[in-house]
């Protein structure tokens, strides 16, 4: 009975999530705001640690964040990314190759170096220091695809510069994550150099690995008109291919949205893209809003005080200069125009899933402070919510007629 008693706890909390942020969409499009702004607002709202923490569900919260829940939000985060993929062709993704690496590299390098820095004169600890460093460098890119799309603007060259620098600043937080994960674990702060720089080419030969297998492999087993002929088996089999790569992606050390991404782009090149892609935002539908609702449903403001408001406030300042100055200026070289380089600044400022990770491996090692945790939660939530609105803002003066 326990078992089951979970199990109708966690689909009632989805459907909570579901509803509330499908509501709060609906009210937010007619206030003429970004969508995905009404859903993570929905997840803070209907969260356990708000209205959801009311004792309705046998004396405990009506809604749940459980693992399950969890791992919910990341097949939904996979299924963004894997869309977010089909709208680049690895052609395209590779022609951008050196701009994307160099904005999206300096991306990770600037808010880690300027975080490591600003907090050791501030005086917390090693390891408080560059875990704070680490929450600092990943953009969430799964925001800003969102508010792209929402917009028609994922094939303006700054949308794709976002896209193809969050995947490389993705990649190479992750590789940063690993590093300072094995040193709190380990208590050693002086790691081997060499080690690190072989870590993180690893990581970036395993994404070439998988980009390129997806690359030669997918079409392969997709372009058998004799063999898939019942109805939905395509995006069926497309469905099995991305969440599988994601796995894989996940098995070898990478992010598994990362794997999806590359099965994106290997549709992309298809001949059958127009009918994945009616398929997959109908996914997208459902997906989206519950990824939205559940990273806002983490949200837990009820530790605040003077010094976690002082600390977050250093973190929101280092969280936004920084992914201005990493992305933005770098931009400028290879868009050569002052607005489009600004929206890559802006569209790279939301922080997601590492800055979460980072915050939950400190706590439970006692690396990080019950205050530096809840900053870096405020930090995470309020770059994840101001994102979308001056993402939104930077294209308000825009003619509605299409960018190229």
């Not at 690895?90 to 701009?99: D, K, V």
């Not at 109805?231 to 796995?247: C, D, Y």
């Amino acid at each position: 009975m326990a078992a089951e008693s979970v199990f109708i706890h966690v689909i009632i909390s989805l459907s909570i999530l579901l509803f509330t942020a499908k509501l709060f969409a609906e009210i937010f499009q007619r206030l003429k705001m970004p969508v995905v702004l009404g859903e993570l607002l929905a997840g803070i709202m209907v969260g356990p640690y708000a209205l959801g923490g009311l004792p309705i569900f046998d004396g405990g919260p009506i809604v749940v964040l459980d693992e399950t829940i969890k791992h919910i939000g990341e097949l939904s985060a996979i299924v963004i990314l894997f869309v977010a993929g089909l709208e680049i062709t690895p052609r395209e993704f590779l022609r951008g190759g050196a701009a994307s690496f160099t904005v999206g590299a300096l991306g990770v390098i600037v808010p880690f170096f300027v975080g490591f820095i600003i907090f050791s004169i501030y005086g917390l600890g090693a390891f408080e220091t560059l875990l704070i460093a680490t929450a600092l460098t990943a953009t969430s890119i799964a925001i800003s695809i969102q508010v792209l799309t929402e917009l028609g603007k994922m094939q303006t060259k700054e949308a794709r510069l976002i896209l193809g620098a969050a995947i490389v600043d993705d990649i190479l937080a992750i590789a940063v994550l690993s590093v300072v994960i094995t040193m709190v674990h380990s208590g050693n702060i002086t790691p081997d150099i060499m080690e690190i720089t072989f870590l993180i080419l690893k990581i970036l030969g395993l994404f070439a690995a998988l980009l390129m297998g997806s690359i030669f492999i997918v079409p392969r087993i997709l372009h058998r008109e004799k063999l898939w002929r019942s109805q939905g088996s395509i995006e069926g089999i497309t469905t099995a291919i991305f969440f599988g790569t994601a796995g894989i992606a996940a098995y070898i050390g990478l992010s598994p949205i990362v794997g999806a991404f590359a099965v994106g782009m290997a549709v992309a090149s298809t001949k059958i893209i127009k009918q994945v892609e009616e398929y997959v935002h109908r996914l997208q539908f459902i997906f989206a809003p519950l990824f939205f609702a559940i990273i806002g449903a983490q949200v837990d403001l009820r530790g605040i005080n003077l010094n976690v408001l002082l600390i977050a406030g250093m973190m929101m300042a280092i969280a936004i200069s920084t992914k201005l100055i990493g992305c933005g200026i770098p931009s400028l070289l290879f868009l050569k125009n002052k607005t489009k380089s600004m929206r890559v600044g802006i569209g790279m400022v939301s922080r997601g899933e590492v800055g979460l990770i980072v915050a939950g491996v400190g706590v439970t090692s006692g690396a990080l402070s019950a205050d530096i945790y809840t900053s870096i939660i405020i930090m995470v939530a309020l770059t994840t919510i101001i994102t979308p609105i001056w993402l939104k803002k930077a294209y308000q003066k825009e003619l509605p007629s299409k960018e190229t």
